[in-house]
């Protein structure tokens, strides 16, 4: 178990700009989260993928945020047209969930912190 | 073995009444409680989260509380309305990098 990975650590990046995110999650989990967190606050659900559908998506996300994870392993959130209210930490799970369990356990990465300037 | 556990698995109640979902946990060492909701369709939302020293916390017709010594949390709707029918999550961190969810209540609310 080598943990939830992502990169870049942190992004700094000017209004308007695109971003992508990467994560790398624990290997042979199925389900693979995106977070968007502020100082204080918890975990944001974004979107989750089961293997590679993506099942859910929340009203968070705006059409200028999309994520990927085409063959259900590594994942990738792009944002377009960076706002300043994008400013946050975004932070990848990994979970393995077999049919009739009843609880996920969720393995976070240590976050991708973007600033826009 | 941490684990949280949520009852009932599906509850339905007419519009107006009030109910309570219960949330189970045996997660060590323990900081803080959360309950979401999670519509049809949609990821969950965050409603309260509850630390150590709180035993009850309360967002509108929402109402959490928690029993750090015995493990056990609730959820009390008052009122419900149609709006409240969605799932409802517990979910209880390990550490920063570990959540625990449990699967939810998934609470009807028929008018």
């Known amino acids: 178990d080598t943990g939830v990975s992502q990169n870049p650590r942190h992004k700094i990046t000017k209004r308007g700009q695109n971003v992508t995110f990467r994560c790398d999650p624990i290997?042979?989990?199925?389900?693979l989260y995106w977070y968007r967190q502020t100082l204080g606050q918890g975990p944001e659900f974004l979107t989750y993928?089961?293997?590679?559908?993506?099942?859910?998506k929340s009203r968070l996300l705006s059409d200028r945020f999309s994520a990927e994870r085409p063959e259900g392993s590594i994942s990738t959130l792009t944002i377009q047209r960076t706002e300043q209210r994008d400013s946050a930490m975004y932070r990848c799970a990994s979970s393995l969930v077999a049919s009739g369990d009843y609880t996920d356990t969720q393995y976070f990465g240590p976050g991708t912190r973007l600033t826009v300037l | 073995k941490n684990q949280v556990e949520q009852s009932p698995q599906s509850l339905i109640i007419l519009e107006g009444k009030n109910c309570t979902l219960q949330?189970?946990?045996?997660?060590?060492?323990?900081?803080?409680l959360r309950w979401y909701k999670q519509d049809t369709g949609r990821g969950p939302v965050s409603l309260t989260i509850m630390t150590f020293s709180e035993n009850t916390k309360s967002n509108g017709r929402y109402t959490a509380t928690l029993d750090a010594d015995t493990k056990q949390s609730s959820l009390h709707i008052t009122a419900s309305q149609l709006s409240d029918s969605a799932s409802y999550i517990c979910?209880?961190?390990?550490?920063?990098?570990?959540?625990?969810f449990g699967t939810g209540t998934r609470l009807q609310v028929f008018p």
């Open positions: 993928f089961q293997n590679e559908a993506q099942l859910e």
């Open positions: 949330c189970n946990y045996t997660v060590s060492p323990f900081s803080n």
């Open positions: 290997s042979e989990h199925n389900r």
């Open positions: 979910v209880v961190p390990v550490r920063t990098d570990k959540l625990i």
